[in-house]
């Protein structure tokens, strides 16, 4: 018997579908906690890529495109918020007055 394809017999009942992709949204889940623990240290590797004089150039100009990236990436995620975050605002105050 085929593997595969009695998961895929099992992925056609709802209830273990369900779990099943409940689990694998646990797994991924607890994965990027990892990741995210891992920033303070993935940063202080990409600054020191980008200062080292020893280290070639092309890697150092990727660490200060990365710094880059990440940092705009930032700013626009901080607009993003705060426009979402004036839209609830504005729909919870035109809902009050209704």
């Not at 906690?33 to 993935?42: D, K, P, S, V």
Request: with cysteine.
């Amino acid at each position: 018997m085929n593997v595969a394809n009695t998961l895929l017999r099992w992925l056609e009942v709802p209830e273990f579908r369900d779990a099943y992709r409940k689990a694998r949204r646990e797994a991924v889940g607890q994965s990027v906690a990892r990741l995210q623990q891992a920033t303070g240290a993935a940063a202080i590797t990409v600054l020191k890529l980008m200062t080292d004089t020893n280290v070639p150039p092309a890697v150092r100009l990727r660490a200060a495109e990365c710094v880059f990236d990440h940092a705009i990436q930032g700013i626009e995620l901080e607009d993003i918020e705060a426009r979402l975050a004036a839209l609830e605002q504005a729909n919870s105050s035109g809902r009050a007055r209704h």
